[in-house]
């Protein structure tokens, strides 16, 4: 999974703060986000979006992540300067890449990745490990969980692979280009897959 270049950093923080207006206020009157949540965002850039919605939603966690340590470090600045060198225990901030997270299994109530998805791939118009990012996003979602997220690329092949490996897809919202989506886990294994043996039906 690659680093943005510096351009794409400068391009990517500047408008942060205009997008992370705009998701929270979604957020806040769309996505029914459960009280004390254990969340996780993907690819958090500034941190802008982060600050957000702890202040709003007072998770009991909240775990800011992005694979570029340089854009975790202008997250923790941000973070810092906001909460006036006090931020709030419940958020974290650290590198993390999406292909392998660090995290247990069922690990999380809520899973945000806005426009992060795409950069699972090593370019953006190539899909092939974006199934990848996806599964790590099941594994570390408990049964009932949501993933809330924004995509310009792959859009449909990412709804049909939710779908395919037990989601349910419950909004999708098409703004110009980009569509946000709340999807979620479902109990039980994703359809298709045989149980273990010596399980129910097994």
Known sequence: M?????????FVNLSATRRAARVSEWI????????????LELGCGS???????VDAFEPARYVATDFDPRQVDEARRRVARH??????????LRPADMLALPDGEESFDVVLAMVALHHASPTHGD??????????VRRVLRPGGLLVYEEFLHKEPIRQWL??????????????????????????P?????????SPGG
């Open 47 to 53: 941190g802008t979006l982060a600050v957000r919605l």
């Open 83 to 92: 909460y006036r060198g006090r931020p709030p225990a419940s958020l974290e």
């Open 28 to 39: 806040r009157s769309a996505v029914p986000l459960p009280k004390a949540a254990q969340c």
């Open 127 to 136: 899909f092939s490990r974006v199934p990848q990012a996806l599964s790590e």
């Open 2 to 10: 690659p680093e943005m270049n510096a351009v794409s950093r400068f």
């Open 163 to 188: 779908t395919g490996h037990g989601f349910s897809v419950e909004q999708v919202r098409p703004r110009w280009r980009l569509e946000s989506v709340v999807a979620r886990k479902l109990a039980g």
């Open 190 to 198: 994703p359809a298709g897959t045989t149980p273990p043996s010596g």
